[in-house]
């Protein structure tokens, strides 16, 4: 499975360089993809320059991570539907430190989406939270955020967090 989305991934960002709009679910039985996995996104963030819109849909952040982490930079639009659901785990090892939360919290999302203007994040009955030692004042500022749209819970704190990050905040639906 990993070894077809790698020559997939490959041959996306070599046959569409133009590619604005990605819209890619990843989802399977057993984990398969990890919070690690830079080298197989890595044609993504290498062959896709034109790229600000991305759609994925998968089980959790740590099968995700990678490619927002790849492309994030660049994205002015970002819809992200995780549902927490836990794959069947295969007899891989799991990441160091323990299971990561299987959602982003809404820092980690800036951080790696520093552009991004449209943010619409779907967690099922899973939280949208910040760090826990986030400080208001020293936090990441998004500038060119404009539209937020939450499916989900958002604690107060998140809420907080957003509002004293993005001073061109437009719009928000929770």
């Known amino acids: ?102 959602v982003p919290r809404l820092d980690r999302l800036f951080e790696l989406c520093p552009h991004v203007q449209h943010l619409t994040v779907s967690f099922g009955p899973l939280t949208l939270n910040v760090a826990e030692e986030f400080d208001l004042g020293n936090g990441l500022k998004m500038l060119t955020l404009t539209d937020v749209t939450v499916h989900t819970y958002m604690t107060k704190k998140a809420f907080g967090y957003l509002w004293a990050a993005a001073p061109h905040l437009q719009r928000i639906k929770v």
């Open 1 to 102: 499975m990993r070894q077809r989305l790698r020559s997939d991934v490959q041959l996306i960002a070599q046959e569409c360089p133009n590619l604005k709009k990605l819209d890619m679910s990843l989802f399977g039985e057993k984990t398969y993809l990890y919070a690690t996995d830079d080298d197989i996104w890595r044609p993504f963030a290498e062959g896709l320059p034109k790229l600000v819109s991305m759609t994925l849909i998968g089980h959790k952040w740590s099968e995700s991570e990678a490619l927002v982490r790849a492309v994030g930079n660049r994205l002015k639009r970002v819809y992200l539907a995780l549902r927490g659901f836990q794959a069947l785990e295969n007899t891989l090892p799991p990441p160091p430190g323990g299971q990561p939360s299987p």
